[in-house]
Structures are given as structure tokens and as C-alpha cells.
């Protein structure tokens, strides 16, 4: 049987796990709003409309700063719809997702939601069909304390502190022909330039993102990138990526690898960014905001558009995740948390049903989907200084990336507790030996060896009827003797290993 070794050094370092790294995405788009996070008349709803249950899942998820309120949405959007009485708002044609959006929720509502939830705020601006003075308008709203008539306007609704909304998103995926407001990179730099420095004229404490390409396979990936940046590349924090992964043509080989094509999306983004700084001679060095990930049958989507009219919050992309869904979005986590010193924030997409970790039935419940699992521990054990690995693996060959490696680690060490934490993802389709040096680190017990595994069942899925169908097993504890370990990953398997200093 081949095996797979590991060597893990504290010395060899990335950087920190940043929080922000464990993100989430809510956009007015199917139920993950109206139905998801929000539905007045629910059994758990409080008097807002808020649904207690679905907060109570996006807690134990982890998330620590969420997107909103898109997305393509946000392309065509009027913030001033979703503030102020509910009962006086317009409801608006969502070129979109081709719905009826009725404003019911809106920015007040989504911020209450945020403090709830306990988590960071991050919002998008309209650079689709609107510009500089709505962005600068939506920015007073949120972050002046008051004196001017919008911050007034906020006060009057009900919020007399600022919300103090740190992380702002300069549009979404402006290179994609299907946006609404569709703009080349030069169109888009320009006015993205123009915003970014309107915005931090209001509130020189914002970090602002500049959308990078939708998608790596985009005809204009990387000039994009260097266009847009040689524009704003001194008055923006992060420039965006975005990318989905699609298991439907059965290839399970190249799924199960997608990973690879994760890490070399952010590698290119990363040495674009960095040669516009070389020409502009700019010291800091920009970071990337990896603000749309998962794993989505995208094939279905023109299917759930083509079959209906204008209606109010359809059931739009509710994909039934799989097991071994699950296993490619724990190596997909394992990719970001590798780019650390690089990736600044990362948010899944969605939240709440639409391609989402958490599902749930209007009037019933809420339930974990199997990608849920893997986000939230990585989320709960990812804390400390992420390490450098290099696993020695076996090799196996794909139809999209070529030959790839059976096996996938990163390693993080909490300085604090000493306890070092591995995620292993074996992407092969029988069980792995792996041999653990822990150099630096002798004086290590085994905790618990944490497996979610696809092997026995790749097709199984949580349902309402099985909501935990797939779920993670605990396996025997990993030895630890004088600085090595020995363990044996499942097949096909996405694998939590901590160690804890002896004694402890």
C-alpha cells in the first residue's frame, strides 16, 4: 500500500490564520434571504423576522464576517429601497435572478442580523448602474455618526450609533458580460479609482476590494487583474476572486482535485498584483479577497431561470450536497488557509439554501448540509500560526489538471496552547498511511483524529427526513512518540488531526 509523508516544523511559517478567512455570503438571490435568514411568522422568528434557528446554525458554523447583498444583485440595486418602513418600500424588478424583490429586508435588517449572528459586516457597492455619489451616500448612511441628512436618516430609523461597516466591495464580477452595467477593465478601474477615493474622503478607515476576475477560466483573467490595478492598485486593500467548482459531469478524479486549480488561481492573482507594484513602485503588498467559493452544480442554473416568470424568492440553485462534496470544499478551505500570508478574506457561497452549508423548509426547519461540517471545524480548530508543509504523496492522473497528488495538508500551531493542528485530505480511493514527522515538536500526544469520509457512500446527502446522514466520525487517536506519528486516512476523506503538548 503506497504512503504519504509528512514533515511539520513550527519554524516554517505562513502566516496567521485570520478570521476573516472563515466568511460567508448572503445575497438576495432564491431563499437564501427571504425563507433563509429571514422569514417573519417562523416558529423560531424573533419580532424582526429573523429566523432563530438558521442564526443559531450560522454561529456554530463560524462564520466571522459575511458579504451582502451581492453578488450579481447588488449590479442593479437601490440600497435606499431596504431602509425605513417596511410598509413604504417599492418593490423592483431584479434583472438579476429575474425575480420580484419586495425590500421586506433590507440594510437596517441585515445589520441587526449581523450583530445577532456576531458576525463582521461586509457590504458591496452598486457599480453596475449607479457610481461614486450612491457609494458615498450608502457609506454616510452606514459610518457617520450624525449632523448630515443620511446619518440623521439612519437615526431616524432606529440606529443612533454608526454601524461602523469596515470592509466594502467595489461592485461584483465587472468583467462578466452577464452583469447588469458591464464595464471593461479600463471603464472599471476608472470609476472604481474615482470610489475608492470618494469613500475614503468619508472614512479613511475602510478597506475597499476591487474586483478581480469572476472566474479563472475568464478570456481576459490576469489582464483584467493588472488593468484594473494599475488604476487602483494605491487606494484599495484587496483585489477580488472568485470561483465555483462543478461535480456534475461525474469525473470524480479531477473534482476531487480542484484544489489544485484553487492554488494556482490565487499564485497568478498574487504574481499579477505583485508586477503592478514592481511598475508603480508601490512597498505593500496587496492582499486577495477570495469572496465567492464552493462547490455548485452550475448546470442547473438556466434550467431554474428558464422555468418560471417574475415571482418573489424561487428556489434557486438549492443544491443537495454531497459527501464527497464535502471532502473537495475541506481541501478547498486547506488552499486558503495555505495562502494565508496572501489570501486576507475569504467568504463561501451562500449562507443559507442557495448553494449553501445550511438548508431550510419554509414554516420548518433548518438543517447542516455535509459541506457544512468541514467549514465549521476548520473554522473552530484553525487558530494560530498556519505552517509550511511539504507532504511526500503518491500521484494519481486527472482529465482537467494532469497528474496531481493523492494527498493535501496544511498544518496550523497555536502558540498559545501548543496545540498543533493538521488537516490531511486524501483524495484517493483507498486509505493512505501517512507518517507524521514532527520536527520542533517532540513532546506531542495524539488528541483526536476528526474524519469525514466519502468512501463508503460519495452520493450520500443530509435531507430533511436524514439531516445527518453524512456527519464526521471520530477515529483512533494518532500515536505520538519522540516527534512521529502514524495514521491512516480514509479513502476519498477530509481528516482533522491535533496534537497537544504532553501533560496537558
Request: a negative charge; aromatic letters at 8%.
Amino acid at each position: 500500500m503506497p504512503t504519504a509523508q509528512l514533515t511539520i516544523d513550527p519554524a516554517f511559517t505562513i502566516g496567521p490564520a485570520d478570521r476573516r478567512l472563515f466568511g460567508s455570503f448572503v445575497e438576495h438571490m432564491g431563499r437564501c434571504v427571504y425563507g433563509g435568514v429571514y422569514e417573519p411568522g417562523h416558529p423560531t422568528a424573533d419580532p424582526l423576522g429573523l429566523r432563530g434557528d438558521v442564526l443559531e446554525l450560522t454561529r456554530e458554523l463560524g462564520v466571522s464576517v459575511v458579504r451582502y447583498p451581492g453578488g450579481n444583485f447588488v449590479s442593479g440595486y437601490r440600497w435606499e429601497d431596504g431602509v425605513g418602513p417596511a410598509g413604504d418600500r417599492p418593490r423592483r424588478l431584479d434583472l438579476a435572478w429575474k425575480t420580484i424583490e419586495t425590500n421586506a429586508f433590507g440594510l437596517d435588517e441585515f445589520m441587526t442580523w449581523a450583530a445577532a449572528a456576531g458576525v463582521e459586516p461586509m457590504m458591496a457597492v452598486n457599480l453596475g448602474t449607479r457610481g461614486v455619489q450612491e457609494a458615498c451616500d450608502l457609506l454616510e448612511y452606514t459610518n457617520h455618526p450624525g449632523g448630515t441628512h443620511l446619518s440623521d436618516l439612519r437615526r431616524e430609523h432606529g440606529a443612533e450609533k454608526p454601524y461602523g461597516v469596515r470592509l466594502w466591495c467595489l461592485g461584483n464580477e465587472m468583467d462578466g458580460p452577464w452583469q447588469v452595467g458591464h464595464k471593461t477593465a479600463d471603464e472599471y478601474g476608472r470609476l472604481a479609482a474615482e470610489t475608492a477615493r470618494a469613500m475614503k474622503l468619508i472614512d479613511p478607515s475602510i478597506s475597499l476590494v476591487a474586483c478581480g476576475s469572476s472566474n479563472r477560466g475568464m478570456p481576459t483573467f490576469a489582464s483584467w487583474e493588472a488593468t484594473v490595478l494599475e488604476h487602483t492598485y494605491e487606494h484599495v486593500d484587496y483585489i477580488s476572486a472568485h470561483t465555483y467548482y462543478d461535480p456534475s459531469d461525474g469525473d470524480r478524479a479531477s473534482i476531487l482535485a480542484s484544489a489544485v486549480d484553487m492554488d494556482n488561481f490565487i499564485r497568478e492573482v498574487v504574481a499579477t498584483a505583485d508586477h503592478v507594484a514592481a511598475k508603480q513602485r508601490h512597498r505593500r503588498k496587496l492582499k486577495i479577497s477570495f469572496d465567492e467559493w464552493n462547490v455548485w452544480y452550475h448546470s442547473r442554473l438556466q434550467a431554474d431561470l428558464d422555468r418560471r416568470g417574475w415571482v418573489e424568492a424561487p428556489a434557486l440553485i438549492e443544491d443537495d450536497y454531497t459527501a464527497l462534496d464535502a471532502v473537495v470544499v475541506g481541501d478547498l478551505l486547506i488552499t486558503l488557509l495555505r495562502h494565508a500570508d496572501r489570501v486576507g478574506i475569504a467568504c463561501q457561497a451562500q449562507l443559507a439554501n442557495v448553494i449553501a452549508p445550511i438548508r431550510t423548509r419554509t414554516g420548518g426547519p433548518a438543517w447542516r448540509q455535509s459541506i457544512f461540517h468541514p467549514f465549521a471545524l476548520t473554522a473552530r480548530y484553525a487558530r494560530g500560526t498556519v505552517l509550511r508543509t511539504e507532504p511526500v504523496s503518491p500521484t494519481y492522473e486527472t482529465a482537467r489538471y494532469g497528474e496531481v497528488p493523492v494527498l493535501d495538508t496544511v498544518a496550523v500551531h497555536d502558540d498559545g496552547t501548543g496545540v498543533l493542528t493538521v488537516f490531511a485530505v486524501n483524495r484517493g480511493e483507498t486509505d493512505l498511511p501517512l507518517d507524521l514527522d514532527l520536527r520542533g515538536l517532540p513532546a506531542l500526544r495524539g488528541l483526536d483524529h476528526t474524519s469525514l469520509a466519502a468512501g463508503d457512500d460519495p452520493a450520500a446527502t443530509n435531507t430533511e427526513a436524514e439531516p445527518e446522514r453524512v456527519s464526521p466520525r471520530q477515529l483512533a487517536i494518532p500515536t505520538a512518540d519522540a516527534g512521529r506519528s502514524a495514521v491512516l486516512l480514509p479513502a476519498m476523506s477530509w481528516n482533522v488531526l491535533r496534537f497537544a503538548p504532553v501533560g496537558d
